[in-house]
């Protein structure tokens, strides 16, 4: 950057300017929410909301004591289905991705086209047969309803194979003439050098586990219980809009992982797509 | 596995050569590598191509435990996407072409019956809508963190944590920020109309005018999707070769027209990359729309995907028939969209 010249000092002025003002456009949702969640009534019903209110713990309190939405058992579900997604689909994903890349076998490539195939069906053409298939399971109050059709993406698949594929040759082959087998090359050579691209898909589906929300709609709808912490979300709006405080407050505790990943992982997030998508 | 062993080495002179060639060429020219990666071979890889016979592709016979391992791994995701994506697919046909009772569960066969249901003018509309949804959730979707992400990339103070804050939508979800949004909305506390009406505008209703309904959500995801496009852009403009721009600049080129005619080529992988991520996150918006408005006033705000869900799974509605066709409906829009998109707007994008 050191030889680009640096903006004169009249464009810095109107760089800055104008990332001030955006910012307070685009960023006054989020300040909202974190603050407004220790805010009462009084101070967000005014037009505008007094952010420098009077700081209180009510609406947090009134949040997860109030038994209508349930919040801990909510936030328990949205825990495993994002732990869970995470986990099954980084699993399947290089265990596919390596047997496309590393494993010959005569359908290997129409198995390639398959996967990036299904990558282009749109979610919600395939939710109806979903949604009956999985009530037809008998497992609707079971928390593995929520996660059953999202243990294996074709983009988690591509993504990988897109990783595997930048591996070198030559050192596959010198590991194959060492006597080093696939198990051992998978785990103790191959997944350490493609590190960058596994944390993305770590995070990746992760957050898509988290944020889910038209899948656990359906699914809770069946059987509060299964409420995540999205369709919580959902289910306190119906009840508490009289008292923003209390909606804000389940909100924050909702965005509290996401935010932190963003926060701190967006670098590995962006790397590890970019590796593989933008270049 | 004997002949197998035998053919690797005695080759193993004559791939020495060409090895070195293929590993640097792959990324770019890789044949059956899809979509952004792959397209137009650069001039240095070109010579690669004279290449006889690149190891990687070279063919050599699967022994048998070789095939019982690669089916063996390649098993737990194919089990996945055929159960939950392939084999539903074929079902939605299929129910696309049956009535079904008071509870749901498919009747007699009804032909196509549920797709002459969407050459009504009520189906026409929520098509319009959806395009309408799409078009401005792209285009401002794309614009907008550009006119952020182009400041954010200059060398000066602070920039990135510019960039830190302007991503933070991305951790909002579908449910979070509708009901933020309502919220902000809200024309009890609206730091929106109090703006307004500062400057002498009187706010519509933001959800309940049917002019303004559809465009409100459209903005609320845009507001969504532009904390992951400045980041996908970000990292674009973050790899300019300052040598070309250093160039330019001694040519005279400089603002805007330098944006446009030096820098926006060299980024536009990351342009195109964002347009196609953001036309399947608009396509397929169906929280914003449920929690805000829920299709209406009047059906005003209806899409495509809030279609499917309201024929399906709303109010005990359970016509899984004519939410089946909807739904292949979307599947060949997004087809259709990608092909376009692939087609037409990649052959001008530049990978190097």
């Known amino acids: ?279 | 596995m004997n002949s197998a062993d035998h053919d690797r080495t005695s080759r193993s002179g004559s791939r020495h050569a060409t090895d070195s060639a293929d590993s640097s060429a792959s990324p770019v020219t890789d044949p059956d590598s899809p979509v952004p990666v792959s397209v137009t071979a650069s001039p240095t890889a070109a010579p690669a191509r004279s290449v006889p016979v690149p190891a990687r592709r070279r063919r050599r016979r699967w022994s048998p435990r070789e095939l019982a391992l690669a089916l063996l791994f390649v098993l737990p995701a194919l089990a996945g996407v055929g159960t939950f994506v392939i084999f539903p697919l074929f079902q939605a046909v299929f129910l696309s072409t049956r009535g079904s009772d008071i509870l749901g569960n498919p009747t007699r066969f009804v032909g196509l019956q549920h797709f002459e249901q969407l050459l009504t003018p009520q189906f026409g509309h929520i098509l319009l809508q959806t395009a309408e949804f799409t078009l401005i959730v792209v285009v401002a979707g794309v614009v907008l963190p550009m006119l952020l992400a182009a400041p954010i990339s200059q060398p000066l103070r602070g920039m990135r944590v510019f960039r830190t804050l302007f991503s933070l939508p991305f951790a909002y979800s579908a449910s979070t920020a509708s009901v933020v949004w309502l919220l902000m909305l809200n024309p009890a506390m609206s730091p929106i109309n109090w703006a307004l009406r500062l400057v002498g505008i009187a706010a519509p209703g933001w959800t309940t005018d049917s002019n303004w309904a559809i465009v409100t959500v459209a903005g609320v995801t845009v507001w969504m999707v532009s904390g992951f496009n400045i980041l996908v852009l970000g990292a674009g403009l973050a790899g300019v070769d300052e040598d070309v721009l250093e160039a330019s600049t001694i040519d005279g080129a400089s603002g805007l027209r330098q944006f446009v005619s030096v820098i926006l080529p060299m980024i536009s992988p990351s342009v195109f990359f964002a347009i196609v991520t953001t036309t399947l996150t608009a396509l397929q918006s169906l929280g914003q729309v449920q929690v805000m408005t829920d299709g209406g006033p009047n059906g005003s705000s209806a899409t495509l995907v809030y279609s499917v869900f309201d024929n399906a799974f709303h109010n005990n509605n359970s016509n899984y028939g004519l939410a089946s066709a909807q739904g292949l409906v979307l599947l060949v829009v997004g087809v259709l969209l990608a092909v376009v998109q692939f087609g037409v707007i990649e052959r001008r994008v530049h990978y190097r």
């Open chain 1, 1 to 279: 950057m050191s030889r680009v010249t640096q903006p004169s000092k009249v464009s810095a002025t109107i760089i800055y300017v104008w990332l001030v003002i955006a910012a307070i456009v685009l960023l006054f949702p989020v300040l909202l929410t974190v603050v407004g969640g220790f805010l009462p009534s009084s101070d967000l019903l005014q037009q505008p909301p007094n952010l420098l209110g009077h700081f209180t713990l009510s609406s947090y309190l009134s949040a997860l004591q109030q038994t209508t939405v349930p919040l801990g058992p909510a936030f328990a579900n949205s825990l495993f289905v994002g732990i869970t997604m995470m986990v099954a689909q980084v699993v399947t994903s290089c265990l596919a991705a390596y047997s496309l890349v590393f494993l010959r076998n005569p359908i290997g490539k129409l198995l390639f086209w398959v996967f990036m195939a299904t990558i282009m069906v749109p979610y919600e053409a395939i939710v109806v047969p979903n949604a009956l298939f999985v009530r037809s399971l008998g497992i609707g109050d079971n928390r593995l309803s929520l996660v059953l059709p999202f243990l294996a993406v074709g983009f988690g698949v591509f993504l990988m194979r897109q990783a595997f594929k930048q591996f070198p040759n030559e050192l596959r082959q010198a590991a194959e003439i060492d006597g080093c087998g696939h198990l051992r090359f998978l785990f103790t050579i191959l997944l350490p050098a493609v590190r960058p691209s596994l944390t993305a898909l770590a995070v990746w589906s992760f957050l898509q586990g988290w944020n889910m929300y038209f899948w656990p709609l359906i699914i809770a709808s069946g059987d509060n219980s299964l409420n995540t912490l999205q369709t919580a979300v959902f289910a306190l709006k119906s009840n508490e809009f009289g008292d923003p405080g209390i909606l804000l407050a389940g909100i924050t505790i909702t965005l509290v992982p996401t935010l932190l990943l963003v926060i701190f992982g967006q670098r590995w997030l962006i790397r590890g797509f970019t590796a593989g998508a933008v270049k």
